[in-house]
């Protein structure tokens, strides 16, 4: 099985880490505040205390990663859907990382992750489902990490 990131692992990523975990997935979930890592505990996932304003936070989180899901529907900020982003995808060459589900709320961030894809050819996964359908999403999710996968 595999390692998933996922950035960052809230409410959301929380039910994603649990469904991953539970067909045998090893997962690490982000978290900005410390206190966030007993929730992705108790989801079954590894905790990883790291921001994604700050991408060299993130870095140590990458070992064994197959694929990262930058989950980032809800957040409006451009600069994470932009730069944070694109600095990430950069990186991620140098890295064992071999797939990325991007969801965003922005169209440029969705460009972003497809120039990043093209040009690194970092397989890539848009999730357009809504946030707000909770089975949909979720069901959307697992099957976009799925595909990159292989499986």
Known sequence: MARVLIVPCGCRGRALARELADAGHAV?????????AQAIRAAGAEPFVG????????????????????????????????????????????????????????????????????????PLEVLDADPLDHEAWLRAARLAVDRLLGL
């Open 51 to 122: 921001d994604p304003d700050r991408i060299a936070t993130l870095m140590a989180g990458l070992t064994g990663v197959t694929v990262v899901c930058w989950l980032m529907g809800t957040v409006p900020v451009p600069e994470l859907h932009e730069g944070r982003l694109r600095m990430l995808c950069e990186k991620l060459v140098d890295t064992p990382v071999r797939g990325l589900v991007y969801e965003g709320s922005l169209p440029q961030g969705e460009q972003v992750a497809r120039t990043a894809s093209e040009t690194w050819r970092i």
């Open 28 to 36: 690490r979930g982000t978290t900005r505040d410390p206190a966030g």
